[in-house]
């Protein structure tokens, strides 16, 4: 069946919903917007072969991982599992930082994510990753914001400090965040 119904050679945003469903990779209309948006590079609303090649190798690995930790075989990760496939793929995040997804992605409070939720997730940390990584580049040329990458910050005894600014505004002033501080963080301003 084709997908490029308008036969323009690329898909939008309905013609993408189709292609995943084609696919077996079924999603709400709100989770194939988010998709849209971060695989658009070119931000035209729609998206080119090379962008949808992308996007399923992306989203076969999701699938793949999130049917790899589901040791239990429910259809859902429970939180110890997410951990688990959060840390396979480079993301060892602290407990307030899993609480922090827990609040956004699973708000019915079900004690899991199923791989709709999961998909969301690992497309808000894809996309925190990059945006992260983006200002730690450029904080060195800039001088706002410092962010740490490396896991051995150092931390008090009592889990962590505050960020801190010496002069609230100036230029010169730094932020010093963790990505684990960002993830926590996140969700309450999203």
């Known amino acids: 069946m084709q997908v490029d119904t308008d036969k323009n050679g690329?898909?939008?945003l309905v013609e993408l919903g189709k292609a995943l469903q084609q696919a077996g990779l079924n999603y709400t209309p709100d989770v194939v917007a988010k998709i849209m948006r971060t695989f658009d590079v070119y931000k035209t609303g729609s998206l080119r072969q090379?962008?949808?090649?992308?996007?399923?190798?992306?989203?076969t690995q999701i699938r793949n991982a999130f049917y790899q930790f589901d040791s239990d075989r429910s259809g859902t990760l429970d939180w110890a599992e997410l951990g688990r496939v959060l840390?396979?793929?480079?993301?060892?995040l602290n407990p307030p930082s899993i609480t922090a997804l827990a609040t956004r992605f699973d708000?019915?409070?079900?004690?899991g994510v199923n791989l709709e939720s999961y998909t969301?997730?690992?497309?808000?940390?894809?996309n925190l990753k990059n945006f992260f990584d983006f200002y730690a580049q450029q904080a060195g040329a800039a001088g706002g914001v410092k962010v740490k990458k490396d896991k051995?910050?150092?931390k008090d005894k009592k889990g962590g400090s505050p960020p801190t600014s010496t002069t609230p505004g100036a230029p010169s002033s730094t932020i010093n965040?963790?990505?684990d501080?960002?993830?926590t963080a996140v969700p309450y301003f999203a």
Request: hydrophobic share 50%; aromatic share 18%.
């Open 87 to 92: 840390a396979a793929s480079g993301f060892q």
């Open 10 to 12: 690329a898909l939008d």
């Open 50 to 59: 090379f962008e949808f090649t992308c996007l399923y190798c992306f989203l």
């Open 177 to 179: 965040i963790s990505f």
């Open 181 to 183: 501080q960002l993830v």
């Open 107 to 111: 708000p019915a409070r079900k004690g």
């Open 152 to 154: 051995k910050d150092k």
């Open 120 to 126: 969301d997730l690992a497309l808000f940390l894809a």
